[in-house]
């Protein structure tokens, strides 16, 4: 078991020396209390991510519903402590990261379709999902050819993806107007933001 320090650098250095202040150290702090709680109740890493799967899924099933936001937050949840509890158990891998980031791409997928469900149109929902799958993809191949630091923070990354969903079944389930209008603004966003990686990629590769 590692004790706080550990984890913390650890952690960092698993995410580019990042600093652990503000939000970040918030956010350890519940993860390595909740790495120990996975560990004395024998819960894997991958158990969460493939747990963080299945409420993607029970959100696409659930859309029209509050639960939709339910297990959205805990599909979040999952997908954001498996990491840490991997660390924190030493349990850190190649094999967690990709399926990490496998099922990253299928829960968004699952999620844009409960967008779909509640009145988005499909080609929409499937272009928002392509074009984040597009820049998480530019990532994992700039990181395939040796380019350590991604460098670029874009406006919709995958927790304002996230949020965006969030707001979006509020809005739904409250009846207020203008769901489809948001979907559009955040098209936008999402076009913005592949640009900006592509760019980077480019002066890093040119």
Known sequence: MLTKEEFYAK???LHSDAPITGAVAWWLKISYRFGLIATLLRISPNVLTLLGLVSAGLT????????AVFFLVLSLFCDGIDGSVA???RRDSAWGATLDSVVDRI???LWLYALYVIGIPAWLAITLWSIAAFQEYARAKLSSLDVADIGVVTPTERPVRASFLFITLIM???GVPGVELLAYGFL???VVS???VVRFARSQLH
Do not use: D, K, P
């Open 11 to 13: 952690w960092s250095s």
């Open 194 to 196: 592949f640009t900006l």
């Open 60 to 67: 696409a099933l659930t859309a029209t519903s509050w639960w």
């Open 172 to 174: 739904y389930q409250l």
């Open 188 to 190: 936008v966003l999402q």
């Open 107 to 109: 829960s968004e997928a």
């Open 87 to 89: 660390i924190f158990q």
